[in-house]
């Protein structure tokens, strides 16, 4: 599998404690998301021998084949695309948390802003999947963190990673401070008001604790930022349609199906 499918693998699902080079990637300001109890329960031999039962004979050679060709590699160049392919495969067998371990060594390599993002993407990806133990949940939290403080350290002006932050909170809230992921959003709120995306994340939210005006509110603000979002869009239209705001929810309705197209 090459780059750009591992990618788009990665992303399409809507990729130990974090030091690169010997230095800490992570921003000042979100040391505090560190103290999070025992963040490494877990790692990857133990979750390739509770996944190995899952797997189909033919991905079981696939996977061994994978694994002796990197083991017998030392160059980078040639060890990443293996990486890749294992990465890949590991997710297609839905084991986004193996998968992750895999990108995040391409990340450590690379040290790119667009390689940790998504090693954060696919174990977050993890926290949503149903069926997973309480430890592997919390070491994909820990992982996730990790990978977006790194990506958040390399281009600190992208708000992008910050919310997607947020929202992993808000899957796997922490411990000690489980509203962490809604304050975070409501800071990004006041240093990005330009910013469509932390209104629509806002109002996911909300629509999932059935506050429906707020979420309508949020909405609004983030269509007049961006009237060509479909996400705004498309979700107003529901928003106001839950409402019985009718008139207005056929109006963005139609809209949506011309975004969409």
């Known amino acids: 599998m090459g780059r750009s499918q591992w990618i788009a693998i990665a992303v399409a699902s809507i990729l130990l404690a974090l030091t690169y080079w010997g230095c800490p990637v992570r921003p000042p300001e979100m040391e505090e ?39 017998k590699e030392e160059l980078p160049d040639n060890r990443r695309p293996l990486l890749e392919q294992l990465a890949g495969e590991w997710y297609k067998a839905g084991h986004p948390s193996i998968s992750g371990i895999y990108a995040k060594e391409i990340a450590e390599e690379a ?24 430890k592997t949940r919390q070491f994909c939290a820990s992982q996730a963190e990790q990978a977006y403080q790194a990506a958040i350290s390399l281009d600190p002006e992208d708000p992008n990673n910050r919310i997607n932050l947020a929202v992993s909170y808000t899957d796997f809230p922490p411990r000690d401070n489980p509203m962490k992921g809604i304050l975070l959003l409501r800071e990004l709120e006041q240093q990005y008001p330009e910013n469509p995306r932390v209104y629509t994340t806002l109002a ?8 429906w005006e707020k979420a309508a509110e949020r909405l609004e603000k983030a269509v007049e930022l961006a009237p060509d979002n479909p996400d705004a869009v498309c979700n107003l239209a529901r928003v106001y349609e839950t409402l019985n705001r009718t008139d207005e929810a056929a109006t963005l309705g139609a809209r949506c199906q011309e975004l969409v197209k």
């Open 33 to 71: 998301g560190f103290k999070r109890g025992p963040l490494e329960t877990t790692g990857l031999e133990s979750l390739i021998r509770a996944a190995r039962a899952d797997l189909q004979p033919a991905q079981v050679a696939t996977l061994a084949s994978l694994e002796s060709r990197l083991e």
């Open 111 to 134: 040290n790119t802003e667009d390689a940790w993002s998504i090693t954060a993407t696919t174990f977050n990806i993890c926290l949503k999947q149903e069926g997973i133990d309480d």
């Open 204 to 211: 996911q939210l909300a629509i999932k604790t059935n506050q």
